[in-house]
């Protein structure tokens, strides 16, 4: 009676071992340490354990696991020689019995010690570390010495790979804090608008003023050797505040007018006067990140950049507006002009404006851009690359399920492209 007793509590025990292994890898750690502050000693113990998980208690749950496992097939052995024995099977009882055991512990401990309880871990593992981590915790300590020569080998190799300390570790990535975003907004924790508020201040600090800019070719600015009449029409025709002044070559910028100084100090006809009013140009380079950037904006107390490339030369301008905008959405004004980025003109054609970002497309239509390259961030630009020669209308170019025809050119500039989106079975046979 009591080796069958001692079966089912070593199966118990794989079991225990089993889930709680799949339930530190899978728990949330931040719940876990939210839990832990607020003084749930159980979260406490968890979120403790969890930290130096792969150091201390995966050892002491791989060491109970493989103790167990074989102390119930040893066991299942035994039981099995001394039944053939007693039918009379002696000379092969040996064999037979190892064999019969294996087979019979195999299934079970892969069905009732393995599957099973790691699919009931891994769907409530908060739950499962909350109870498992004081037992765990009292096992590593009985095992410490067994857990401490097997260490030696891995904190050598460990040593030897350049990962000494997995303490320096994160404890989510960034990868896995995205995936989390995205999780909750599907599950409806959170709305859509907060979710990609909350994935923009991911890609926030990755991004280039070069990426948000308003190109050189779409600037609106003033050479300050214009006659009156031309800064002044300039001037109304335009639905900004602030315009970019240059002297001679737009790359050559002098100062940055302010509409509302301009009228104020009524300089229509006073060239002298223009440049006197003229704030002092920001300049940035085109890599600046949009954090630093905006710290830039901040302690010049301006509202707009120039970039610039390496060489000096005005790439575009910045505002304050385009780096906020890329935290929360469009900033919509009476004096904006609405643009469609892309507009479904068929079942499955769509034309897009050759200025949208390259990522925004890709999430239009819910492409992963993992290992697509470009260096440049608009649909004209990835155009231009793509057919890697001076593009003209009709040319064609694709990527996954989309295939894109330029439709609109504007001297040597991309302004538009018309996309077709493959249907699934047709996106597979051309793979194929």
């Not at 991004?207 to 308003?214: G, P």
Request: aromatic share 8%; proline share 3%.
């Amino acid at each position: 009676m009591w080796p069958y007793i001692a079966i089912i509590i070593m199966i118990v025990l794989s079991a225990f071992f089993s889930g709680s292994e799949i339930a530190f890898n899978t728990s949330n750690k931040l719940r876990l340490k939210k839990s832990a502050e607020a003084g749930e000693k159980t979260a406490a113990m968890a979120y403790k354990t969890s930290e130096n998980f792969t150091t201390t208690a995966l050892s002491t749950i791989l060491i109970g696991n493989n103790l167990v496992n074989l102390g119930a097939s040893a066991i299942t052995t035994v039981i099995t020689v001394n039944l053939l024995l007693a039918l009379g099977l002696g000379e092969k009882s040996d064999t037979l019995a190892s064999l019969i055991a294996t087979t019979i512990m195999t299934v079970i401990i892969l069905i009732f010690g393995e599957i099973i309880p790691k699919i009931l871990g891994k769907q409530h593992a908060d739950t499962v570390v909350r109870w498992v981590a004081y037992p765990i915790r009292i096992l590593t300590i009985i095992l410490y010495p067994v857990i401490f020569l097997i260490m030696l080998p891995v904190n050598l190799l460990r040593r030897l790979w350049g990962r000494d300390n997995d303490g320096e570790l994160p404890t989510v990535t960034e990868e896995e804090l995205s995936s989390i975003i995205d999780t909750v907004e599907e599950e409806g924790v959170i709305d859509e608008d907060k979710g990609e508020l909350l994935q923009s201040t991911l890609t926030f600090k990755d991004t280039t003023v070069e990426e948000i800019m308003t190109p050189r070719i779409d600037l609106v600015s003033i050479d300050i050797n214009d006659s009156p009449e031309v800064i002044e029409e300039t001037i109304e025709n335009s639905r900004f505040s602030r315009i970019p002044v240059y002297e001679d070559s737009i790359d050559d910028i002098i100062g940055v007018l302010y509409l509302n100084h301009y009228y104020k100090n009524e300089v229509h006809e006073n060239k002298a006067a223009l440049r006197d009013i003229l704030i002092p140009p920001c300049f940035i380079h085109k890599t600046m990140r949009l954090p630093a950037a905006l710290n830039v904006l901040r302690e010049k107390q301006t509202h707009l950049a120039i970039v610039i490339d390496e060489f000096g030369g005005t790439l575009g301008i910045v505002t304050m507006e385009d780096i906020l905008e890329e935290l929360v959405g469009d900033i919509w004004d009476e004096s904006d002009e609405v643009v469609d980025m892309i507009t479904k003109t068929g079942e499955s054609t769509y034309e897009v404006n050759g200025d949208m970002n390259i990522d925004d497309l890709f999430e239009y239509f819910d492409i992963s851009s993992k290992g697509f390259e470009c260096d440049y961030s608009t649909v004209g630009g990835w155009a231009i690359e793509a057919l890697d020669a001076n593009p003209h209308i009709g040319d064609t170019f694709s990527y996954k399920s989309l295939i894109a025809v330029v439709s609109g050119m504007d001297d040597m500039r991309v302004t538009k492209v018309t996309v077709l989106v493959k249907p699934p079975e047709q996106e597979d046979e051309d793979e194929d």
